[in-house]
């Protein structure tokens, strides 16, 4: 399997632009996770799926922020409007079946700077 | 939710010493802990779990230690090489720690 895999990899984009991550998981898991990782705040989970179906946003920092998972194969992460302070490293995970107890593949992240 | 809390933040060890690293965790309904090993420009790999029915587990160098009572686990690193030089992250699925930056000086 290839992974998880996310797009685009690397993005610089001007404040009050919109962003859309791409993540598409690993085929048959059923769970999706968004993090975001900076350096003063560490790895923060954002929001998770499962079978599609959002199940936790309480991480999405605010109304700026948007997920979706149109189908088992891919979801996007949407900033709009994006400011500097959104600048981070922004992953993707999968996991199947069990937030619990199975383990969380993640992607290679999408370095997002917004100036 | 879940609230995981990991220390120390950074450690330097010189090479062929040993690593621990703590985690401790706040729902007492967990019952699966892992360690994930970050390395940079990747995303955080799996590289030892543990389930609450065992008190430890050991793959060649690393272990971890779990003590459900009191709600922590810890990594255990022995014989430790410059490839082990990484940012560590323990979890509460999906909650992860802070993360520990390890440094292994040759």
């Known amino acids: 399997d290839a992974g998880v895999i996310q797009s685009p990899r690397h993005e610089v984009t001007e404040m009050g632009q919109e962003v859309t991550l791409r993540c598409k998981p690993i085929s048959g898991h059923d769970y999706l996770f968004w993090y975001r990782q900076t350096m003063m705040r560490g790895l923060e989970l954002l929001i998770y799926?499962?079978?599609?179906?959002?199940?936790?946003d309480s991480g999405m920092p605010e109304d700026r922020f948007s997920a979706k998972m149109p189908n088992a194969s891919f979801s996007t992460l949407k900033i709009q409007p994006s400011e500097p302070r959104d600048s981070a490293v922004y992953f993707c995970?999968?996991?199947?079946?069990?937030?619990?107890?199975?383990?969380?593949?993640f992607g290679e992240g999408s370095w997002l700077t917004v100036v | 939710g879940e609230n995981v809390e990991q220390h120390p933040s950074t450690l330097s060890v010189q090479e062929g010493d040993s690593a621990v690293i703590k985690c401790t965790y706040s729902?007492?309904?967990?019952?699966?802990f892992p360690w994930y090993k970050q390395e940079l420009g990747k995303g955080p790999q799996l590289i030892i779990d543990i389930r609450s029915n065992v008190g430890e587990k050991k793959d060649q160098r690393i272990a971890v230690t779990l003590n459900k009572t009191a709600k922590h686990f810890s990594l255990h690193i022995t014989e430790t090489q410059p490839e082990d030089s990484a940012v560590y992250f323990c979890?509460?699925?999906?909650?992860f720690g802070a993360g520990t930056r390890l440094t292994v000086k040759p």
């Open positions: 979890a509460a699925s999906p909650r």
């Open positions: 799926f499962n079978n599609n179906v959002p199940i936790d």
């Open positions: 729902d007492s309904a967990s019952n699966y």
């Open positions: 995970a999968s996991s199947f079946t069990g937030v619990e107890g199975n383990t969380i593949y």
